[in-house]
């Protein structure tokens, strides 16, 4: 069954650098989110992707945040200067339509130092 | 969205049914009932969804009332590997997922 697959599965960064969180979404879909859920807390939505461009973002996705698909095939997540309060799993889905099943990757740990 | 509403925690016994209740009483025409689950810290996988009418799959079963205020989210026999936290969700027109706390189901031997 095709699925969702996140690199690194663990990310330690120190504060103030530049992370990339990659992607590669169910092949036939076209429509992807971030999602993520702090240590102990509720999964939050981040951003909604379709067509090359934001399609809805929540307060936490602020500057710092952006979002691409460079090549057709992945879906990164990337956090300009990072905080301590970005440490968290984050989390990509993929949809085939935009009413249809979100389909979730196993996330990557991101621990900020 | 409208906010939905289920049991912090529940138990069943393994290869009993389990029942999930939700309740979702400000749902709106429009939206979906999904159900996600989330074993561990793994990513939350899809389960089922349903508008109005009852819709069964491999995993589960999904039973909406009449007025759509309620569902109940039902595994047919469930095994260990069913412990986790289910998410009932309202999905609205804006496809974005807001998950609760969910129920944390404990399936014991």
């Known amino acids: 069954e095709p699925e969702v697959t996140q690199t690194p599965s663990h990310q330690v960064t120190q504060m103030g650098q530049e992370v990339i969180l990659r992607c590669v979404p169910i092949?036939?879909?076209?429509?992807f989110y971030w999602y993520r859920q702090i240590l102990g807390q509720k999964v939050e939505f981040l951003v909604s992707?379709?067509?090359?461009?934001?399609?809805?973002k929540s307060e936490i996705f602020d500057d710092q945040f952006s979002v691409e698909r460079p090549d057709g095939s992945n879906f990164t997540l990337k956090i300009r200067s990072t905080k301590l309060e970005d440490s968290a799993m984050y989390f990509c889905?993929?949809?085939?339509?935009?009413?249809?099943?979100?389909?979730f990757g196993d996330g990557t740990r991101l621990s900020i130092l | 969205d409208a906010k939905t509403t289920q049991p912090p925690s529940m138990d069943c016994a393994e290869g009993r049914a389990a029942n999930l209740p939700c309740n979702h009483s400000?749902?709106?025409?429009?939206?979906?009932v999904y159900w996600y689950r989330q074993i561990h810290s793994q990513g939350p996988q899809y389960i089922i969804h349903?508008?109005?009418n009852n819709e069964t799959n491999e995993m589960a079963s999904l039973i909406i009332t009449e007025d759509r205020k309620s569902s109940t989210l039902i595994l047919p026999h469930a095994t260990l590997r069913d412990t986790a936290v289910y998410y009932c969700i309202a999905l609205g027109s804006n496809y974005k997922l807001t998950f609760g706390k969910g129920t944390l189901l404990t399936v014991n031997p």
């Open positions: 400000t749902i709106s025409g429009n939206e979906y």
């Open positions: 889905a993929s949809g085939q339509g935009a009413g249809q099943p979100q389909h």
């Open positions: 092949s036939n879909h076209l429509y």
């Open positions: 349903g508008l109005k």
């Open positions: 992707f379709y067509n090359n461009e934001i399609s809805e």
